[in-house]
């Protein structure tokens, strides 16, 4: 999922509004380039998180593994799968880089002080319209356990958050998804400070997740989210929808590993009876 935030698109929007609007989406294009002046030589930039270089060379801020993260490889799968190819410094691009960004930091920085893209004072989760959490509960439990709690009974429950760590969600999904699982902003539909955006996440199934066996195939589902800022650009409120069902529906379709080596020992058990009787 998962990873900050402009100008709307509704041209009866009030003049008053629209230039508020314009101000924000300066101001954005503004930081962006400033990150993009002050960039380091010994650290490769990811064009798709724009203080990433910036947060690596900063000693004071403490990464979840040790070194930040690199973005190479879902970077690759993002650009050869995407289904739109915004514009540069446009609306939507900016959007997409910002929600990169703050997935990023709720993946890779375990200090709520370091992250820049959120008010942590104010900030709350919301997953289809269940209760928010706070900055400190999402970075807790971790992203992936944010966005897939359920409210199902226990027994119809494919997979239980309350019983995953933040290392042990993440572990899971980085090997159903080994090239990474990309996202991109599909369209947004109105501008701050409540932002309404579209959004479309993918990867190929390569590996195993919870006993299924990876199709190879491409898992993907859409989904819709809001954002709310603050005066300074901050994030305040994260909304999003989308249904599940649609992720594991795809996860769901390997093979599990008990049909695979009941499988393995009939073709064994096959074989031996196609022999000669004698044994010869």
């Avoid at 375990?110 to 209760?131: A, C, M």
């Amino acid at each position: 999922m998962i990873s900050s935030f402009l100008l709307p698109i509704n041209l009866i929007a009030e003049k008053t509004t629209n230039v508020q609007q314009y101000n924000w989406f300066h101001k954005s294009k503004t930081l962006k380039n400033m990150a993009s002046e002050n960039k380091s030589s010994e650290v490769k930039i990811d064009k798709y998180r724009s203080f990433l270089h910036e947060d690596a060379n900063n000693s004071n801020i403490v990464w979840r593994h040790g070194a930040p993260p690199v973005y190479d490889d879902v970077n690759k799968l993002f650009e050869d799968g995407r289904k739109m190819e915004w514009a540069k410094g446009s609306i939507e691009e900016i959007v997409q880089n910002a929600i990169k960004s703050w997935e990023m930091e709720l993946s890779h920085k375990p200090r709520l002080q370091d992250f820049r893209t959120i008010n942590p004072d104010k900030f709350k989760l919301f997953v289809n319209g269940r209760e928010g959490l706070s900055g400190e509960e999402a970075l807790k439990i971790g992203s992936y356990n944010a966005l897939l709690k359920t409210s199902l009974p226990k027994n119809f429950q494919y997979y239980k958050s309350e019983e995953e760590s933040f290392e042990s969600s993440h572990e899971m999904f980085r090997s159903a998804f080994p090239r990474g699982f990309a996202w991109e902003v599909i369209c947004v539909y109105s501008g701050p400070p409540n932002i309404a955006f579209k959004f479309r996440h993918w990867g190929f199934f390569e590996g195993p997740f919870k006993g299924h066996a990876p199709t190879g195939e491409m898992v993907e589902f859409y989904g819709l989210g809001i954002l709310k800022v603050d005066e300074s650009l901050l994030v305040e409120d994260v909304e999003i929808y989308y249904d599940p069902a649609e992720l594991f529906g795809g996860l769901l379709k390997g093979q599990t590993t008990t049909t695979l080596d009941n499988q393995l020992h009939d073709q064994e058990s096959a074989s031996h009876r196609t022999g000669c009787p004698l044994g010869y």
